[in-house]
């Protein structure tokens, strides 16, 4: 257990001890924000182990502050590995108990991850608040971080979901001229050459993906098949009934990628169709198959996140019933 520098422990209040987080930390940290989740933000501290698994990030730095061996504050930052920015944004996020703000402990944090990215080469330093929480805003902005984007996160009660009120999504995927299949499906067509149509799919994914507004570019070139197969296909990240694939032919066009987590509810990774074959209502028609699958599961909540400029995939969300949640509100401070 690494300590940090003397002069950020002196700057804690009595009682408190801060030290790097090491590995066996991970699950830890990742119940200690889901205290502050709601359902459909919990996260799986497997799902996150295996995050990490995939997708290593040497650079990556992280602080726990414990009273008593019990956590109560932590941060961390990072340039995100294999989803690194080019622009050279780094990505953090800092979160402290209740009973423990307004002691210097989110600033003494906040320093130290800055001064890491910094050193590291980072030109900005990036980081999300949650619309309920205006005092996260307060504190970022007492510290230099300026608003410059804003997210969505909306949820659908699957229960609730009325399909009659929509066309059937096979039938408009074939007015259109393509099939649906899910993944699983896909993956059992395709087992004679699974490794071919995976490659194809993530070349899709990367080529859709750097049309979707983000607060930050993409890196240009997706990362080597390997990690890409383990990080998209292999993990708790991709759920292969309810993940599903448009196809003209033999040849992606579309997809939405959705994982279910073990508390019960659903999310959206990826939603995203080709250019030459948007306007068609694919994106709807594969967000309905998988609500079908989702449904017929006994999924309670299918989550998704769009950004605010997004306006045609939150267009078709709302037209199907999500519910969104304050926004998320980006901000962030230039390092160099």
């Given at each position: 257990?690494?300590?940090?520098?003397?002069?950020?422990?002196?700057?804690?209040?009595?009682?408190?001890?801060?030290?790097?987080a090491d590995d066996?930390?991970l699950e830890r940290?990742?119940?200690?924000?889901?205290?502050?989740?709601?359902?459909?933000?919990?996260?799986?501290?497997?799902?996150?182990?295996?995050?990490?698994?995939?997708?290593?990030?040497?650079?990556?730095?992280?602080?726990?502050?414990?009273?008593?061996?019990?956590?109560?504050?932590?941060?961390?930052?990072?340039?995100?590995?294999?989803?690194?920015?080019?622009?050279?944004?780094?990505?953090?996020?800092?979160?402290?108990?209740?009973?423990?703000?307004?002691?210097?402990?989110?600033?003494?944090?906040?320093?130290?991850?800055?001064?890491?990215?910094?050193?590291?080469?980072?030109?900005?330093?990036?980081?999300?608040?949650?619309?309920?929480?205006?005092?996260?805003?307060?504190?970022?902005?007492?510290?230099?971080?300026?608003?410059?984007?804003?997210?969505?996160?909306?949820?659908?009660?699957?229960?609730?979901?009325?399909?009659?009120?929509?066309?059937?999504?096979?039938?408009?995927?074939?007015?259109?001229?393509?099939?649906?299949?899910?993944?699983?499906?896909?993956?059992?067509?395709?087992?004679?050459?699974?490794?071919?149509?995976?490659?194809?799919?993530?070349?899709?994914?990367?080529?859709?993906?750097?049309?979707?507004?983000?607060?930050?570019?993409?890196?240009?070139?997706?990362?080597?098949?390997?990690?890409?197969?383990?990080?998209?296909?292999?993990?708790?990240?991709?759920?292969?009934?309810?993940?599903?694939?448009?196809?003209?032919?033999?040849?992606?066009?579309?997809?939405?990628?959705?994982?279910?987590?073990?508390?019960?509810?659903?999310?959206?990774?990826?939603?995203?169709?080709?250019?030459?074959?948007?306007?068609?209502?694919?994106?709807?028609?594969?967000?309905?198959?998988?609500?079908?699958?989702?449904?017929?599961?006994?999924?309670?909540?299918?989550?998704?996140?769009?950004?605010?400029?997004?306006?045609?995939?939150?267009?078709?969300?709302?037209r199907l019933g999500?519910?969104?949640?304050?926004?998320?509100?980006?901000?962030?401070?230039?390092?160099?």
């Amino acid at each position: 257990m690494a300590p940090v520098p003397s002069d950020i422990a002196s700057r804690l209040p009595a009682g408190l001890v801060a030290r790097m987080a090491d590995d066996a930390d991970l699950e830890r940290m990742v119940e200690f924000e889901n205290r502050f989740a709601n359902a459909a933000r919990w996260e799986s501290p497997a799902g996150v182990r295996a995050f990490f698994r995939t997708n290593p990030q040497p650079d990556r730095l992280a602080i726990v502050v414990e009273r008593h061996g019990e956590i109560v504050g932590q941060g961390t930052v990072s340039d995100g590995g294999m989803w690194a920015s080019p622009d050279g944004s780094w990505r953090g996020g800092i979160r402290v108990a209740p009973d423990w703000r307004g002691h210097g402990s989110a600033k003494a944090l906040l320093a130290l991850l800055e001064e890491h990215a910094r050193g590291r080469g980072a030109k900005r330093f990036m980081t999300s608040i949650r619309g309920n929480e205006p005092e996260g805003l307060a504190f970022a902005t007492a510290q230099g971080y300026a608003e410059f984007h804003r997210r969505f996160d909306a949820y659908i009660a699957v229960a609730a979901f009325d399909p009659s009120r929509f066309d059937d999504p096979d039938e408009i995927a074939r007015r259109a001229g393509v099939r649906l299949l899910s993944y699983g499906e896909l993956a059992r067509a395709r087992a004679g050459d699974l490794e071919t149509m995976q490659r194809t799919l993530i070349a899709m994914f990367w080529e859709v993906g750097k049309d979707v507004p983000s607060p930050a570019p993409m890196p240009k070139e997706p990362p080597p098949f390997e990690q890409a197969r383990r990080m998209f296909f292999e993990g708790p990240g991709m759920d292969a009934a309810a993940t599903i694939v448009a196809l003209r032919g033999d040849t992606p066009v579309g997809m939405t990628a959705n994982m279910v987590k073990e508390n019960g509810v659903a999310y959206t990774n990826f939603t995203g169709v080709v250019r030459a074959e948007r306007g068609k209502g694919l994106a709807l028609a594969m967000k309905l198959r998988a609500l079908r699958d989702l449904r017929e599961r006994g999924v309670r909540l299918f989550g998704t996140t769009n950004d605010e400029a997004n306006a045609a995939m939150r267009g078709i969300n709302a037209r199907l019933g999500y519910v969104p949640d304050p926004p998320t509100i980006m901000v962030a401070k230039q390092l160099s």
